[in-house]
């Protein structure tokens, strides 16, 4: 019998509960599918910037209250952004799973958005971006998305711009919530030892008066690709090369999972084999593939030395070639090892049990049995990675670095090395 079940209340919020009698724990959580890609670019950043307002108080707590009601039974409350979501969510010792609904609902329906609160957090937000902008292995990526999704609000960053944050104020940021957070954009998860019907019955009262109405889609993803570099006088270069990747729903998804991981997904990836263990030209060199509703990235980031990058482009290129060509079978089976092995170790963890299932309720439209990944996983053949690796490959690269970058390869010439 399944450990997970679902209600959804009158307004169209989605009530997910995972039982999981072996701990002491419940993680908490609401998913708002709300995020980067729902801005207007106008007001680029403001979901994040919601993200922290929520926290800053409501019509019957202040942002002190909320702090030390969690920190009062040892739990935590966090949240975070991201291009296509929102997420508010809690870690408490099961007796006190009451308090933590009551102030995630609290938080997401009765913030007071006070004009003080918000300068003061304008200036908060305008530190984290200057620390991200500080920090070349963070600030490269933002730079990629840029490159693959120009003008576009998939492409923007997440954090917003400074000029951005201090034009916002408390009638964008109420307008842009009333918008956005419906009950039936919602997905509120909980996970550990907690039963679904306590759950149901803490949700309507905490989101009994939540509307649930219809919202625009955001803009599609469009994936185009292209070259942006950035001197900079710092010690290594950071280098990102990207490809049109494939959507959750694709049905090469498994085996771009696949791929990533046989090309940089450890160490005993081809990447890392060949280029920091044989040539000695990194200390960082890793592949990813990020999914979305509508598209994905393929991308490899390396970090080397200004003298080290005339070698280390052309290995990359070479090696992206040659995953096209053929793949192991001992390659696929440890491949297929590491992913069943993230899979299942990811069901441990409360906090990662209630995030996983929010995210296949925002993805699928249900949850995605386990056995059901791992068929998935095994299901992948030689030829299955080999055909993606052909699929996407061949579109326009993508390529951003950031440092000391005048010895990199023009774009023609890596377009070139990489024809198939």
């Known amino acids: 019998m399944s450990s997970i079940q679902q209600t959804v209340l009158p307004s169209g919020l989605k009530v997910l509960t995972d039982t999981m009698d072996t701990v002491e724990t419940v993680s908490i959580g609401v998913w708002v599918d709300a995020g980067t890609r729902h801005e207007p670019a106008a007001v680029n950043g403001i979901s994040h910037m919601l993200e922290h307002m929520a926290f800053k108080g409501t019509e019957r707590r202040t942002a002190q209250d909320i702090a030390e009601e969690m920190d009062n039974v040892g739990g935590h409350l966090n949240a975070y952004t991201a291009r296509d979501h929102t997420a508010y969510y809690a870690k408490i010792l099961k007796d006190d799973a009451p308090l933590a609904m009551d102030i995630i609902g609290d938080i997401l329906q009765n913030s007071s958005m006070d004009p003080i ?31 693959a999704f120009p003008n576009q609000p998939l492409g923007r960053p997440v954090l917003g711009t400074e000029a951005l944050v201090r034009a916002l104020n408390r009638d964008n940021i109420l307008t842009y919530m009333r918008g956005q957070y419906s009950a039936s954009s919602m997905i509120l998860a909980a996970a550990g030892k907690i039963e679904h019907a306590q759950v149901v019955d803490l949700a309507t009262q905490a989101f009994g008066d939540l509307a649930g109405f219809n919202r625009p889609q955001p803009e599609a993803a469009r ?144 949850p995605i049995p386990v056995d059901e990944m791992v068929a998935k996983v095994e299901a992948i053949s030689q030829a299955d990675v080999v055909n993606t690796a052909k699929r996407l490959f061949a579109s326009v690269p993508t390529v951003t670095a950031l440092g000391p970058v005048g010895k990199i390869a023009d774009y023609a010439s890596i377009r070139d090395r990489l024809k198939l």
């Open 117 to 147: 609160e918000l300068e003061r957090e304008q200036g908060v937000v305008i530190q984290e971006i200057g620390q991200s902008l500080d920090t070349p292995d963070d600030v490269v990526f933002d730079f990629f998305q840029a490159t």
């Open 223 to 366: 994936y185009l690709g292209g070259d942006f570099r950035e001197e900079r006088d710092i010690e290594q270069v950071n280098f990102l090369l990207g490809f049109d990747g494939v959507s959750y729903e694709d049905p090469d998804y498994y085996a771009s999972q696949v791929l990533s991981t046989v090309l940089g997904g450890g160490m005993s990836s081809r990447l890392f084999q060949e280029i920091r263990e044989k040539r000695g030209l990194v200390y960082s060199i890793y592949s990813f593939a990020s999914s979305f509703a509508d598209g994905g990235l393929f991308g490899i980031f390396a970090g080397c030395g200004e003298d080290d990058v005339v070698e280390l482009v052309p290995v990359m290129c070479d090696q992206v070639v040659q995953m096209t060509q053929a793949v192991s079978e001992q390659e696929l089976k440890r491949a297929k090892a590491q992913l069943k092995a993230s899979i299942l170790m990811g069901l441990e963890s409360t906090s990662s049990r209630c995030e996983i299932l929010a995210r296949q309720i925002a993805i699928h439209g249900r």
